[in-house]
């Protein structure tokens, strides 16, 4: 992925980019109280099929309330909302999934928007998240953000609002992003879940302070298995989606948007530097809410949970 403001990129020597989890040998590490208490909020994990795939749901709250819906980024996985969603079940019946090829989702011989917006919808039609007074509300990250864009546009008078999180929104010229990744890529199998820890990072690289958290994305982002004989660990997510496209930001992607949405960026993101910023800005329609979270890169529920959630509130709350 072509990085449109370079000087933001970590030091690629930092052994806190590039194996931030490996000075603890497979232990986890300590955890603030805060942490401790929000986990302890465990969801309720289930299976919704869509187009002939199994998409992991996980659902934490009361089923009465109003639905709010969290979308995750490329490789990741719906527990990256673990610690973030508990914090919001006071006014919502919250739930997250695994895009097809992440997570415990099931793999697809494809992967485009279209049939991501299929599984989205069939979620939230299993959830009960249509069948409520009021119509839900999705936020969604980096990739999962450019895929919440398709859904607004193809079923967006089903839905309250929107909020885009920190996506991929390039100028043409910055469409280096739309290049497929090569054809041959397969994960490697390391020999202890040891071993497959030490070798997590963020993708794209950043440090992260608060290790606690990236622990917990790791363990579930692992998976045992064999392969040709090779018994070990390896990341659950298909390799082949890392070859789907995304297209430049165009005024196209924005055209039949038929409810509300917001932004919501990171300071130290690499993919909002003024230009970047300036460009979105001329295609959002005016008085578009734009909210940035300061003092965190590009996964910014990681480097600042609960200021994330403290602004998610607030847009929820404008809207509610």
Not at 25 to 36: E, N, T
Not at 194 to 219: E, G, M, S, T
């Amino acid at each position: 992925m072509e990085r449109p403001d370079a000087s933001r990129s970590p030091a690629q020597d930092d052994p806190n980019v590039v194996a931030p989890l490996a000075q603890f040998g497979g232990q986890v590490p300590p955890a603030p109280a805060w942490f401790v208490e929000v986990m302890a909020t465990e969801p309720r994990r289930s299976f919704v099929d869509a187009q002939g795939a199994a998409i992991e749901t996980l659902q934490w709250g009361d089923p009465t309330k109003p639905g709010l819906l969290l979308l995750h980024g490329m490789s990741a996985h719906a527990d990256w909302w673990d610690f973030v969603a508990p914090m919001l079940t006071d006014r919502y019946h919250v739930v997250a999934m695994s895009w097809s090829g992440m997570g415990r989702s099931g793999w697809r011989e494809s992967y485009g928007t279209a049939v991501h917006v299929d599984e989205a919808l069939a979620v939230m039609e299993a959830t009960g998240l249509f069948a409520k007074s009021r119509k839900p509300i999705i936020a969604a990250h980096s990739f999962g953000g450019r895929q919440l864009l398709g859904l607004m546009a193809r079923a967006g008078e089903r839905l309250q609002a929107g909020v885009v999180i920190d996506a991929p929104l390039f100028p043409p010229h910055k469409s280096g992003s739309g290049r497929p990744r090569s054809d041959t890529h397969v994960h490697r199998i390391y020999p202890t879940q040891v071993a497959a820890l030490a070798r997590f990072r963020f993708a794209p690289a950043q440090r992260c302070d608060n290790l606690f958290i990236a622990d917990h994305l790791a363990r579930h982002s692992l998976t045992r298995l064999e392969q040709d004989g090779v018994e070990g660990w390896s990341w659950r997510f298909d390799p082949a989606h890392r070859r789907v496209r995304l297209q430049p930001a165009t005024p196209e992607i924005f055209d039949g948007i038929a409810c509300p949405y917001a932004i919501i960026t990171a300071d130290r993101s690499y993919l909002y530097d003024a230009e970047n910023i300036s460009y979105l800005k001329g295609l959002l329609p005016p008085g578009t809410p734009w909210r940035v979270v300061q003092d965190a890169a590009h996964h910014l529920m990681v480097d600042q949970p609960q200021a994330f959630v403290a602004t998610l509130r607030d847009l929820l709350d404008s809207w509610t």
